[in-house]
């Protein structure tokens, strides 16, 4: 139907504080215009400081609710956040086989803002084989890189950063776009990697404080500008800026970090009305 909205396929876990997992997906695919389809793999115990349990679904159940959707709804992109066990991944890497024609954005969550790890090697290990080359965009930050492209036989200092993705792209994933949020430079600069080296880099102001669900903000955002039918390049450019202006206009809701305001463009609106009435 023409006014059908772009339909993205969100695998993610829960998060009580609505700020990262499955809401922040939710609420930000929603607030850039497409509808969000949602698997749950994983319901966590946690809040703005950190998490402190986490259950993952049954891999059989998450391929059930996944392939349930699909063969009822078609999809524009496939967004997956964390993944609960190396059994869940298999199945996720059996499912999206099916549909190596959807663009597939896979955010690497494999620890906390606050430090708690949430992948054990043999995920890691699981996510470098089946998941990653079947990827159309990567999403680590720098810390995320260099565990997902680290060689266990290397010795001495972990190679930079364009070599780590290198690797992943020699890996089979198209693009990688690593984010500098956890480097200590003036600017927060992300860079996007391709077959052909440097695609693009973009420098952007650092904000003060710290962020619960940022990076799941910016990898639903880029699977909604590519849902929307924009390339790669400016999908990821567009991409950033609505995560920026959603960091710009965070709130602080309890006693830990903040959190992304998703729909800072409706109470901007709400303002505006304000102050114009």
């Known amino acids: 139907m023409p006014d059908l909205p772009p339909i993205v396929l969100v695998f993610a876990a829960t998060d009580p504080s609505g700020g990262a997992g499955l809401q922040a997906d939710i609420m930000t695919l929603s607030s850039m215009g497409c509808h969000p389809l949602s698997v749950v793999t994983a319901v966590t115990i946690q809040d703005t400081m950190g998490v402190d349990g986490i259950s993952p679904i049954d891999a059989e159940w998450v391929a059930d609710q996944a392939r349930c959707v699909l063969e009822d709804i078609p999809v524009a992109a496939f967004k997956l956040g964390l993944l609960g066990s190396v059994e869940q991944i298999a199945a996720i890497a059996e499912v999206v086989s099916d549909y190596p024609e959807v663009p597939l954005i896979l955010d690497p969550v494999l620890a906390s803002g606050r430090g708690d790890e949430l992948v054990n090697e043999e995920m890691l290990i699981a996510l470098r084989e089946l998941l990653v080359p079947q990827t159309t965009i990567l999403t680590p930050n720098t810390l995320e890189a260099r565990r997902l492209a680290a060689d266990d036989s290397e010795e001495g200092e972990a190679p930079d950063i364009a070599e780590c993705a290198r690797r992943l792209i020699g890996s089979g994933c198209e693009y990688v776009l690593v984010t500098g949020t956890h480097e200590n430079t003036p600017q927060v600069v992300n860079t996007l990697y391709s077959q ?9 102001q650092r904000l003060p404080g710290s962020y619960h669900g940022s990076g799941c903000t910016l990898a639903s ?9 924009l390339e790669i390049s400016d999908a990821v450019k567009d991409a950033q800026e609505y995560t920026w202006q959603t960091l710009r206009a965070a709130f602080r809701p309890g006693m830990g970090q903040q959190i992304p305001d998703r729909l800072f463009w409706a109470h901007e609106d709400e303002q505006r009305n304000e102050s114009s009435s």
């Not at 052909?196 to 952007?204: K, P």
């Open 196 to 204: 052909n080296g440097v695609l693009r880099s973009d420098a952007w």
């Open 221 to 229: 955002a880029i699977a909604a500008t590519i849902a929307n039918g």
